[in-house]
Nanobody
Framework: QAQLVESGGGLVQPGGSLRLSCSPS??????????MGWFRQAPGEERLLIAA????????HYADSVKGRFTISRNNAENTVYLQMDGLKPEDTAVYYC??????????????WGQGTQVTVSS
């Protein structure tokens, strides 16, 4: 079954930056036909959508918690979606998951998930 693979997580100091990447692995799906999103889940909390981008890149959504600091982008020719994270704060510490969906809606789970990558913001 197709799945997504994230990379780029790690430990960073407050105020620092990281860039996450995500691409399909295994049996591929038509990447350019899917909206892509980044979720995150901190210990003891629910998994939340923080950024999403439409299949053409025209439509973008950010959660208020990351607006102005994170930037989502995609390269359909390379089947890759990115999350540039700047101005990182300790409260950004979480496991970050990449997901693909025809569209993102709270009542509809994404079609594909990544395995997650840990981001830790600490001095």
């Amino acid at each position: 079954q197709a799945q997504l693979v994230e990379s780029g997580g790690g430990l960073v100091q407050p105020g620092g930056s990281l860039r996450l990447s995500c691409s399909p692995s295994g049996r591929t799906f038509d990447f350019s036909s899917y909206a892509m999103g980044w979720f995150r889940q901190a210990p003891g909390e629910e998994r939340l959508l923080i950024a999403a981008i439409g299949n053409t890149g025209k439509h973008i959504h950010y959660a208020d918690s990351v607006k102005g600091r994170f930037t989502i982008s995609r390269n359909n020719a390379e089947n890759t979606v990115y999350l540039q994270m700047d101005g990182l704060k300790p409260e950004d510490t979480a496991v970050y998951y990449c997901a693909a969906a025809v569209f993102f809606a709270s009542a509809t789970p994404p079609d594909y998930w990544g395995q997650g990558t840990q981001v830790t913001v600490s001095s």
